[in-house]
């Protein structure tokens, strides 16, 4: 084989070998998990602390370039029971600020028991969504 056609083909390995690692490593790290606000909003939540089996101290940090409003929240147990926030006063975050919040369920479809999963989800004005797991 000469030079040139050599020079060619180590050319072309090289170029599939650095596509091929590009996109396996996007594949690796998602600029967003799910599909991204085009707000600017962005909510890291954590922090979860059982108060009674009717009441729970969420921790969240606005991450994002705006103020976020929230408006509204929903809990589902692990069965799927769920408890939607109907009267809630909402809450702003500042952004860059670290906040926690009680969130209140009624009881009626379930309580917070000790060593099982819920999944909160927060929902703002301009209707992005925010959900987490924990365990009471």
Known sequence: MNRKLWGVVVALIAGATIAGAAVWWMSLSPVCPEACPLT???LALGGYHVN???NVTVGMVNVGTVE???ISYSINDSSNHQFVST?????TIARGATVTTGLLIDGASFTFQTANGYVITLISSDNV????NFIA
């Open 40 to 42: 600017g909003e962005r």
């Open 87 to 91: 009267n809630w006063s909402g809450l």
């Open 129 to 132: 969504k925010w959900s987490n």
């Open 68 to 70: 976020i409003s929230l």
């Open 52 to 54: 009674s089996p009717t």
